[in-house]
């Protein structure tokens, strides 16, 4: 146990003795938090919208000061002609451009039925559908007769930082685990170093305990560290058992590790280690619904984020953060994650025995 | 500047790749690979959002209602039924959504009165109850149109047109997108680690005990790199072309100058970090913090700028991403021209030059 | 050929180098001697222009450089940089290239056209008789033929003077016997060699050696002066168990242990006779020849004690 001991202390002082290491590892992630809770929302705001008028549609005016007080819409330019609408949706000036039949919106009152154009850029996909649906609920005003009533939970005000903090939590902490540990083996092994530790009476498992132990409970300090910053500054709620989300922060750790490992067992240099990191993180993230949502994708897809222990620390932690931990789902998540965890650690000192 | 050192030095990180397949085959393969495989995956089209639905109403009226959410495809009903505690089967995640129909709908449609129908939606994920709103609010109004006032019209139909990608294709959106951001990483990647490499085994004291200058130094090692690049974007272009089927409209000279200036700004990145760090696991990090992430969500990629506070959206101008996302989805899906793309290019090319500046600046010719 | 004058290097409080002035001359074997952190690797560093010297100066040849009034290093830091050669104690060669390439990267470096360096290819290929070695990757090259590849590398562009900082770390005896006898080559062709060592048996090799501690330069001469001038009175060896323990503890005796035996020194010849009566077991000592060794310990080792 001493030599293991020893191991670890040499670890955790060699990863933060560089103070910009540090840095990088408990500092820069809070700056991160904010940028990220602050500037991402799936809301679509902002929509630049143009509209085509004739000075005395007083109808078309109507809904474009109702569009200015939506508040999702920037009304731009109000009286371009006709011709330039176009130029000025490909040059971006606007993004959505409201055409009203060529005698105003107003002539037609009482007269049937008037036909208004609604040209969308759709290079973005999101924000045409968005600019389409907000203005066509401000044309039909709601009526009295018949709403149906939303009742939203858990996060009421739509705040885009209560889904984000946990999601970017899962997103930074996995990123530094994979890549520290998987780098740092790589290195030893480019060094020699590694050679000079097998001589030594540590045995392959105290090794691997020795290099993952550290990241481990800095992974730890770091995750509660930033959901307490996310808390803290965007008021995000954490509504479950605190024991549950340990647990699970826990076996998430164990299996980034765990791959982590891996990846070092694969690689010949810390760039390659790199590269192979980055393989793992990048799919990992989009199949993760941080992002976009799982249930979207096609099935195939849907079958490997099951094998995405970054999706099952994400949905579990939007769950007890949010909703107070429903136990069915974190059975299901938290038994899906520690199988994966196991596979994945158990493999990995297979293949890191193996290559000794 | 010496153009003779600077091959050297080009010419012997050509070796280095050359020697060591992996990585240059992952340069190259992987952004392939992974526009494939999220051009597939990322449909935004939010579609099959699981509903229950609680009618306590068992009429004709309230089984219409129903119908409309059947019809409408993007709500699945995964569950009919009633719940005492509703709120659960959403904690458990088996739906988003549950509709309550209440027992005396029909009864108030035929009386006249506005009925009241609730939508509990689960508020924590906002990409999918975003999409769920605006379906809701469809089905609202055609729920007016043919179940309670028959009569009613409209005043203004509203006719829709999207331009550039008529059918709303997701991939058209999601490719040209993922294009900068795959490059992006694998670009600063590749050179976070080149210099930090040099000073951790020790060569860098070598490199400085000869005449070789940093800019040599600088442009000898992204040189070999942005050629890689430019592989990895002709590849990923035609997957994008051939694989996707997604047109291009503007000007291919534009595209290739765009693609150079977004490479070598990346790649210049790359170099800073990997000078400043020196060391490879740092450099790392680094790379990580300042590209990976910030290219992924602050980029334009999936959460628009324009929806940002106006803090951030000065703040994105730095992101060589930011620009290059833009210029790409102008030249893929508009047929623009010189106009439409002169101030992304013109950003890219600043940013070009502060970066390797300030690499040259950063780069001490001698040891501390 | 080369001059330092009075050059001190600060790292914030520590002084790494401390008024450090000599002069080598054209075709000379340099050697600098000292502990590890006594500021050889320092001191090759400025003379190579890698390090800004807080004060002082240095002059290779006719070019002057060292802290000029702006605190940045000049100009002619840089002008030297093509005329010297260097080979550093932690990186010599990329082991990912074959010794061909890492010549031709060595030249291309300094602009070598491909007429000349074809023929310093041929030579130095010669001159180490590689023969078909110089297709391979450095990495699978044994370490001695390593240093010696890395040292043409150093060569390539013909400098008037070498650096050779730890250059034979970790070599066989072997190895840096044939190491050696290429230093010595290069040096009658008139090449001047600055190199640091930590083996005393090479260091006899060097025409003159300076002694550092501490940043300074405790002695500077050829090793035998330096023999001489360290032990006047020579060295008296005796076998250890016989050493009555009073003895080691005498203060103006200097001893330390040499293979099996002690070496004693004393610089008041009166006093060793003094205790030779006290102790007759000292007339069993005997007068040895003084090693590199005993004047390393007695100036480097023995005054820090």
Known sequence: MNCLWGFIIKETLQTLRDPRMAVLLFGVPIIQLMIFGYAISNEVKNIKIGFVQNPDDAYTREIASHAKASGQFIVSKVGIIASEAYQSLSRGDVEALFIPPS??????????????????????????????HYLLSIIAAPSTSGNIDVKTLYNPSLTSAFQMVPGVVCMIVCIFTIILTSMSITKEKERGTLEML???????????????????????????????????????????????????????????????????????????????????????????????????????LQALAHLNPLMHFVTLSRNILLKGGSPLLFWKHFGSLLLLAIFLFSTAIYRFKKNL | MNLGRMRAIAFKEATHIRRDPFTLIMAIIMPVFLVVLFG????????????????????????????????????????????????????????????????DFEKKIKKGEAPLIQFVADGSDNAILGPALSYLYGIQLQMRQQLIETSFQPKVKIETRYLYNGELKSSYFIVPGLMSVVLAI????????????EWENGSMELLLSTPTNPLELILGKILPYSIIGMLAVLLVYLTARLGFDIPFRGNHLFFLLACFLFLTAYLAQGTVISIVARSQAV???????????????????????????????????????????????TLFLKEAGFMEIWSPLLALLLINLVLVNVARKKFKRTLE | ?????????????????????????????????????????????????????????????????????????????????????????????????????????AASLRNMNNGIYKKRCDYLNQWLSLGDRTKQLVGKLPSGLKQQVALAA????????????????????????????????????????????????????????????????????????LKHSTFPHGIWGLAEEKIPPCLREEKTLSMWPCGLNYHMVTHNLAHWEDLKKQHPILANATLVAPTLEDVFLELVEGRSR
């Open chain 1, 103 to 132: 005698r105003g919106l107003s002539y037609y009152e009482g007269r049937g039925e008037a036909k208004a154009q609604l040209l969308l850029d759709a290079t973005d996909l999101l924000r045409a559908r968005g600019a389409e």
């Open chain 1, 198 to 300: 097998l001589v030594s009476p540590i045995r392959p498992y105290q090794i691997i305990a020795g290099k993952s132990i550290p990241y481990f409970l800095i992974g730890l300090v770091n995750i509660s560290l930033i959901i307490s910053v996310g808390m803290i500054i965007f008021d995000v709620p954490f509504r479950g058992p605190f024991l549950m989300y340990l647990l699970g922060a826990s076996v998430f750790l164990v299996a980034t590790l765990g791959v982590g490992i891996l990846i070092s067992t694969l690689a010949q240099n810390q760039q390659q280690a790199m590269m192979g990191g980055f393989i793992f993180l990048f799919p990992a993230m989009l199949l993760s619904g941080i992002m976009t949502p799982i249930c979207n994708m096609p099935e195939f």
């Open chain 2, 40 to 103: 597939l995956a990322l449909d935004l089209d939010v579609k099959n959002i699981k509903i229950g639905i609680d009618d306590r109403d068992q009429s004709y009226s309230s089984r219409r209602l129903i119908s409309l959410f059947h019809e409408s495809r993007s709500f699945i009903i995964a569950k009919q039924g009633h719940w005492s505690d509703a709120e659960r089967e959403i904690r458990d995640e088996n739906i988003s959504a549950i509709l309550v129909i209440p027992h």
């Open chain 2, 186 to 197: 694998v670009s600063i990647l590749l050179t976070a680690l080149t210099i930090s490499r």
């Open chain 2, 283 to 329: 450099a790392m990090q680094m790379a990580m913090v300042s590209g990976f992430l910030p290219t992924m969500l602050l980029s334009g990629f999936i959460f628009s700028i324009s929806s940002m506070p106006p803090f951030f959206q000065y703040f994105t101008m730095i992101l060589p991403a930011r620009w290059f996302l833009q210029i790409v989805r």
């Open chain 3, 1 to 105: 050929m080369l001059e330092v004058r009075s050059l001190s290097v600060y790292f914030g409080d520590f002084a790494a180098v401390k008024k450090v002035s000599f002069k080598v001359s054209k075709g000379e074997i340099f050697g600098l001697l000292g502990a590890n952190g006594a500021g050889k690797t320092t001191t090759i560093r400025v003379m190579c222009g890698l390090l800004i010297p807080t004060e002082g100066e240095v002059q290779i040849g006719d070019t002057i450089f060292g802290k000029n009034n702006n605190g940045n290093n000049n100009n002619s830091a840089e002008l030297i940089k093509s005329r010297i050669g260097y080979m550093s104690q932690k990186f010599t060669l990329y082991d990912d290239l074959t010794v061909e390439e890492n010549w031709k990267f």
């Open chain 3, 154 to 225: 150093a060569l390539f562009h013909n400098p008037d003077i070498i650096f050779l900082d730890e250059p034979t770390a970790g070599v066989s005896p072997y190895a840096r016997m044939q190491f050696w006898n290429l230093i010595k080559i290069l040096a009658s062709e008139g090449k001047t060699i600055i190199v640091t060592t930590h083996y005393m048996d090479e260091a006899e090799n060097c025409e003159r050696l300076s002694l550092m501690r501490a940043g300074e330069i405790i002695a500077l001469d050829s090793p035998e002066k």
